[in-house]
DNA sequence: TAGTTCCATAACCAATAGGTTATTCAATGA
DNA sequence: TCATTGAATAACCTATTGGTTATGGAACTA
């Protein structure tokens, strides 16, 4: 798989708060499909496809016990993702807007004018 | 909004390689609607959904001139987002990994055992 | 052996996502 | 004033998502 289209899957699979709570329970020790699917209103089934997702996308993987099929949280997707995100740490951390401040305060005479500050463009 | 739904939005947003190859253009400056659409091969109006996206999700912003409507990169989801993640450094760094691998060697005697380590929990 | 537990899978459904073309609107410029 | 440019919106289509109920299979347990 490409990484832009693990990228995809990552992300997608983050994108509904179910999976991240999946997530958050695997973080501290595997657990079963059904003690993952206990703090849920919904059915069995559908805990099964939400970890069809995590698992499709790396997330996690499944191991087995008796009939259990616990599963485990993999840590290479979340990683990859969170690199993706660094590359933006200077704009998140708020050095850009910093650098509008600065620029809206340099040409703070001309009164009443809306337009954007030019370009930003480094 | 809730933290949670904003989460949603932002993951699901980030989940598609069009906008997050919008959002890199964004990172090196404000760029108009059909200068963002010019790299890619559909219409207009694709674009424009995508854009509306990323405006729900908080990453971007848009700004006026004359007729065309820049958009500019936003860093609060992405800080949020990235936060999120955060909270699984100590298993995508691989502690986690290092750990089961320990056991495993522990228990190196017995052969052809297929099943998979104990917990893990902590 | 028979029942039970754990889980996966199939079939179905409504809502959403991602694209299209056609159209309209707003602002600029000749 | 009128054509052009920039962008949004509407209507439509297909595929995917997230849920359901029903069913079945594999592995334990009595």
Redesign the interface.
């Known amino acids: 798989m490409r990484r832009?289209d693990r990228?995809?899957a990552t992300?997608?699979a983050?994108?509904?708060?179910t999976r991240?709570a999946i997530?958050?329970r695997l973080?501290?020790?595997?657990a079963s499909v059904t003690d993952l699917a206990k703090p849920f209103k919904m059915s069995q089934p559908a805990i099964s496809k939400h970890l069809r997702v995590l698992e499709r996308a790396g997330l996690i993987s499944r191991?087995?016990?008796a009939q259990r099929r616990?599963r485990?949280?993999e840590?290479?997707p979340?990683?990859e993702?969170?690199g993706?995100?660094?590359?933006?740490?200077r704009?998140?951390?708020?050095n850009?807007?910093r650098l509008d401040e600065l620029l809206d305060e340099l040409k703070i005479q001309q009164p009443n004018d809306?337009?954007?500050t030019p370009?930003?463009?480094?």
Chains 1, 2 share one sequence.
């Open positions: 832009s990228l995809d992300f997608a983050l994108a509904d708060p991240r997530l958050a973080a501290n020790g595997e191991g087995r016990d616990p485990r949280i840590g290479k979340l990683a993702a969170t993706w995100l660094e590359q933006y740490r704009i998140w951390e708020g850009f807007q809306d337009t954007p370009t930003g463009d480094d």
